[in-house]
């Protein structure tokens, strides 16, 4: 989501073959905006009490498991809900930035092109940020926050980490880990589609067939 991104230092500048990635905390952060139109809405799950969980990420270019972790029980019902809502089959890794993280999870930006990837799409609601004991380390799954100083996260979205970032501790939902299929995910060139991009600078023509998929996402217990 563009608002998470803003939030952390990204806002203004992670087109065009990757920022930074530093955080910021005086960036501006421009206001969340709705589920986009033609984009299907479903109601908050309940909390789920369950054994920790694993998810196959299936891609098109292999399988990325995640250890998801029992302490941050309400990202991981809500991501386990949308996996198996079928939500985010066919949808990209919309902004990858080898120097900080690949983001997820917003229903517009999907390989059938019937709709402009706007980086804020979601799923009509969002989460409470979950103080677990997991710290933003290499190859942390975290919810983002949806606004800077505020105790919300992305319904859908997330994030992996390329690098650890431990300013973002406590300000966001570390909810999983990737404990394999890390080499999918650093062949990744960075990318960022111009149209999840607040300024100038990147490719008004990315080339789509490098995209990481998502094809289908399963989740069970361990």
Known sequence: MIASLAAVGLGPGFGGGGGSGVPIAEEETPAPMETPTGVQAFPKPSIATAPPYRAVIKTNKGDIEIQLFADAPEAVTSFTFLAEEGFYNGTIF??????????????TCAVSGEKVCTGLGGPGYTLSVEKTQEEHQQWAVVAPA??????????????ILFKADPRLDGKETVFGKVVAGMEILESLGNFAPCSVVQAGGCDPNPDWSSALVIEEIIVQPT
């Open 146 to 159: 949806i606004t800077e100083g505020q105790q919300e996260v992305h319904g859908s979205q997330f994030r």
């Open 94 to 107: 919309f902004y990858v930035d080898r120097n900080f993280v690949a983001q997820a999870g917003d229903p």
